[in-house]
T-cell receptor, first 117, second 114 residues
Framework: GAVVSQHPSWVICKSGTSVKIECRSL??????MFWYRQFPKQSLMLMAT?????????EQGVEKDKFLINHASLTLSTLTVTSAHPEDSSFYIC?????????????FGPGTRLTVL | AQSVAQPEDQVNVAEGNPLTVKCTYS??????LFWYVQYPNRGLQFLLK??????LVKGSYGFEAEFNKSQTSFHLKKPSALVSDSALYFC????????????FGDGTTLTVKP
């Protein structure tokens, strides 16, 4: 149980285009999802907290107009990287909480490798 | 502010030997502590957690960790390492008073040599 999927697993795009990454909780409802980015051999950097039915909460320094987050249902959150540039190339990982259990285990997706040419 | 430290970037052990991956934390209040493992180009997999109760926590794949409140540590251990244990390990702390956000350590790369 508690499986989180991400799609796509990897994507290559041209500079200036937009890319959408989906995060789905497959067998549970997730009130809250988190989006992270990870650089090679580094820790996870929290970008934003995605709450179902409300606006995402962004961490300091993360441009909300560039990284659009939509949490339209209890099983789906999307991250759209708008007008992508090479510096946006990274590994993006989402995680989800079991509904109502914000202090318990986070369940992570497998990650999405974004390469912007 | 809460913080997590993994003092070793790299840990090398021989297969069959015991392994320890260290983690210390600095928080106010009672933390919820986690260990996750990450294989190349994959997301994080949950290993074990400490919420309350017995200080020795047993988790997946034969791993265990001991919560030590006086030393503010939560070291990950395994009695006999396997080559397949080679991966990147993250310690994390979580509070319900921080909107459920987790703070992660910088990670420790474990290499088990045959």
């Amino acid at each position: 149980g508690a499986v989180v999927s991400q799609h796509p697993s990897w994507v290559i795009c041209k500079s200036g285009t937009s890319v959408k990454i989906e995060c789905r909780s497959l067998d549970f409802q997730a009130t809250t999802m988190f989006w992270y980015r990870q650089f090679p051999k580094q820790s996870l950097m929290l970008m934003a907290t995605s709450n179902e039915g409300s606006k995402a909460t962004y961490e300091q320094g993360v441009e909300k107009d560039k990284f659009l987050i939509n949490h339209a249902s209890l099983t789906l959150s999307t991250l759209t990287v708008t007008s992508a540039h090479p510096e946006d190339s990274s590994f993006y990982i989402c995680s989800a909480d079991l509904r109502g259990q914000s202090t318990d285990t986070q369940y992570f997706g497998p990650g999405t490798r974004l390469t912007v040419l | 502010a809460q913080s997590v430290a993994q003092p070793e970037d790299q840990v090398n052990v021989a297969e069959g030997n015991p392994l320890t991956v260290k983690c210390t934390y600095s928080v106010s209040g009672n933390p919820y502590l986690f260990w996750y493992v990450q294989y190349p180009n994959r997301g994080l997999q949950f290993l074990l957690k400490y919420i309350t109760g017995d200080n020795l926590v047993k988790g997946s794949y034969g791993f265990e960790a001991e919560f030590n409140k006086s030393q503010t540590s939560f070291h990950l251990k395994k009695p006999s390492a396997l080559v397949s244990d080679s991966a990147l390990y993250f310690c994390a702390v979580r509070f319900n008073t921080n909107a459920g956000k987790s703070t992660f350590g910088d990670g420790t790369t474990l290499t088990v040599k045959p």
